[in-house]
């Protein structure tokens, strides 16, 4: 585990309820480790979704939209890009993300469930004339994304996985990490009794996974990456986004 560790919140919960989740996660943790190797997952559900036009049919997105900029804005106080970084984003939908973020890096590896969701990812950045994006099935993104990732980034993606695919996720990157690269990843964390245990249930549906920063600090642990820090926002009255940077280990 890395000795560097910064911990800012706009966190204004009782602290007392949070300690009784970092409890709890801990004998869940324990109980599940011990238990199977087999990948837990539920990227076939989303194949579904995606199928079924997930964006266009979404109350939040309406459709395949530019919503803003606000990739820039949370990776600015945490991460400088640089014009030859090779990224990777998790979870790249229809390229909404990608679109800001490719005028300011090298290239850019987009992993995603199904061949819908990339041929609509690969047309949305074409119209916007980008043209250092590959889009990466996410059943093949360990052999096709290379070594020496300088950015790994994800947004609005973890809640939706099960834990067992963002553990696969975080270690599998990890290792195709460039010495100085860096994660920077967005974590929600729900305010109620008990979501630390709750896992994505395999069927098609949008899951709202959450994870503790005790659970992230475990998570780089696990997964050999090196945690520094967490940044948390208020985003609803009972919701956290966390916005965690991990780096390779020492
Ligand atoms: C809520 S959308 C967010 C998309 C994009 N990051 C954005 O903010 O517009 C979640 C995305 O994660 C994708 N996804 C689901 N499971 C995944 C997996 N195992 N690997 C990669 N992407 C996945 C979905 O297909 C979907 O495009």
Redesign the pocket.
Known sequence: MGTSTVLTSSLSVNHSGLNSYICKDRKYRMNSDATSDAIR???EH?KQ??DDD??ER?PC?KGLAD?GDDTAAAIAPLVTLQPDMKVV??????G??SAHLAPHVGHIYG???NER?LDKAVNYLSERSVQNFTPVL?DHYKTQIPAGIDFVF????MQ??TRD?VRD?FRSLGEKLAPDGVVLVQFLEELFEGVDRADAELRPY?PSISWTVAQIVQLASDTKLRFVEVRSYLVTPTALWHWARLAPAA
Do not use: K, M, P, T
Not at 89 to 94: A, H, K, N, S
Not at 154 to 157: A, D, P
């Open positions: 997952s539920n990227v989303w979704l995606q997930y964006f979404h997105y919503l984003v998790i979870g790249c939908g229809f909404r993300e992993i995603d469930v969701i996410a994800s947004i609005v993606v939706h996985l695919l996720y949008e």
